[in-house]
């Protein structure tokens, strides 16, 4: 019993840690580090990708709207089995979510472009 309490609490102790845990994303050395900017990267992309989604929501008609919607909705399932099917081909290994982070990374960042180009034509109306 006392085992299980030390392991449990070394455990709970090296979450904690890496709560706080700062990395420098440049340099990043450790697997656990690459994840952990990998999902940072990550985040940053989609925070971008639904604050230009809002705009151009906002300045299209109402029957765009939904169609924008449809396509938003049906993009965002293509980027996620798209990355999944590169998370099978590590199925089993660390490097999984370090693989799939950085492909919806890049989907992302991709479609943020698209959006904006969107936006430019939008604006330009």
């Not at 989604?53 to 089995?81: C, G, H, M, P």
Request: glycine share 4%; charged share 20%; aromatic share 8%.
């Amino acid at each position: 019993m006392s085992y299980l309490f030390l392991i449990l609490t070394v455990i709970f102790s090296i979450i904690c840690q890496g709560q706080t845990l700062k990395v420098d994303c440049a340099n990043a050395s450790t697997q656990a580090e690459m994840h952990m900017c990998a999902a940072k990267a990550f985040q940053k992309a989609d925070q971008e990708l639904n604050l230009v989604y809002k705009e151009v929501i906002s300045r299209l008609e109402k029957s765009a709207k939904t169609s924008f919607v449809t396509a938003q909705k049906s993009w965002l399932l293509v980027r996620d089995n798209h990355c999944a099917v590169y998370g099978h081909l590590y199925e089993g290994g660390s490097m999984v979510p370090l693989v799939i982070n950085t492909c919806k990374t890049e989907l992302t960042q991709n479609r943020v472009s698209e959006l904006k180009t969107l936006l430019r034509t939008l604006k330009s109306q």
